[in-house]
């Protein structure tokens, strides 16, 4: 099928990306090999989107998908096999249907890398989480582990130093990763302390949440929360061998442009400081904007 703009993903970055581009005027498709909503719908509530007050992730997606719909976007869940440009014209292969674009908005997302350990699936939404921005809030004055020796794993457990009673870095070697300014904070911290050379064997709960975690030393820690932060993988495979990627993360510049002429990138799958529904969606305006641009120049 033939369209003006193809959205690929329909997190909150490329859903944000089809509404504004349908908006403005082109004849707009939006693809996902699972239901709209991306990492949303795995947010069990959420209270820092403008405007919404408290609300679940799964209703944001919702009407995230109905407000991109009302402006005349088409959603199919079809996931994009491949893609290339001949001339001026994108050509993406999917499980259903190739389709042919003006520009196209690749907004696929990220996937939080998982520990893999017995626990971590069951208590997800329930004390396993992987955003502190997201759910830190909800575990004010309790004790919080953290596992990971990166940048987000400092920088998140210096956050969460603020609201829990005590912080547990958990990291598998001796030394971080993470930058020496932030190592200094963590250390500077009296509520933060350290579990160094050690992984997180089992999280155990009583089935509405999480009690402890068990180490690889054979000891138990009694905690309210884990957050997990060991890095991040970009959904961004199709895209390999076609547009530069930087670690896997698409690079941009500011109006979300790709290494590739019409091809624009908007959410977590791009180079960002900040990974969040809000930044997703200011990008995927952004991207369709730039979309615009570029069509009316060709
Ligand atoms: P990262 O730098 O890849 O660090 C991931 C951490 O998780 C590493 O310490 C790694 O251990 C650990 N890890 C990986 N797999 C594990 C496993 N299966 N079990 C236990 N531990 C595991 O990821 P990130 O911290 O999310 O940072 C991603 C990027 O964003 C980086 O480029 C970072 O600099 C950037 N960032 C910057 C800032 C900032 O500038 N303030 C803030 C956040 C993120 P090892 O060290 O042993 O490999």
Not at 41 to 46: R, W
Not at 50 to 60: E, I, N, V, W
Not at 127 to 140: E, L, N, R
Request: hydrophobic share 40%; net charge negative; aromatic share 8%.
């Amino acid at each position: 099928m033939e369209c003006d703009v193809l959205v690929i993903g329909c997190g909150p970055a490329g859903l944000s990306a089809a509404g504004y581009a349908a908006r403005a005027g082109y004849n707009t498709l939006a693809i996902d090999s699972l239901a709209p909503g991306g990492q949303l719908l795995y947010i069990d509530e959420i209270e820092n989107y403008p405007g919404t007050g408290k609300t679940s992730g799964y209703a944001l997606a919702e009407s995230f998908e109905k407000q991109a719909v009302s402006f005349g976007v088409r959603v199919e869940f079809w996931g994009a096999e491949s893609i290339r440009k001949e001339g001026n014209q994108f050509i993406v292969k999917t499980n259903d249907d190739e389709v042919h674009a003006k520009a196209v908005i690749f907004a696929s997302g990220a996937r939080h890398r998982h520990l893999g350990c017995p626990g971590e699936e069951e208590y997800q939404g329930k004390g396993v989480s992987y955003c502190a921005t997201c759910d830190g809030p909800f575990f004010k004055g309790r004790k919080i582990a953290v596992v990971g020796g990166g940048d987000t794993a400092l920088t998140d457990a210096l956050y969460l130093s603020k609201l829990g009673s005590e912080v547990h870095i958990i990291h598998r070697r001796t030394e971080f990763r993470g930058q020496k300014v932030l190592q200094d904070r963590v250390n500077e911290k009296d509520n933060i302390f350290l579990h160094l050379g050690l992984t997180v064997d089992e999280i155990r709960g009583d089935g509405k949440g999480v009690k402890s975690v068990r180490l690889s030393d054979g000891s138990e820690l009694a905690v309210d929360a884990i957050f997990i932060f060991v890095g991040i993988i970009p959904n961004s495979e199709l895209l390999e061998g076609f547009a530069e990627l930087d670690h896997g993360f698409v690079i941009t510049d500011n109006h979300m442009r790709t290494s590739v002429p019409g091809l624009f990138a908007a959410g977590d799958v791009r180079t960002t400081p900040f990974r969040q529904v809000v930044t997703a969606a200011g990008d995927g305006a952004a991207a369709a904007h730039s979309a615009d641009e570029y069509i009316q120049n060709l």
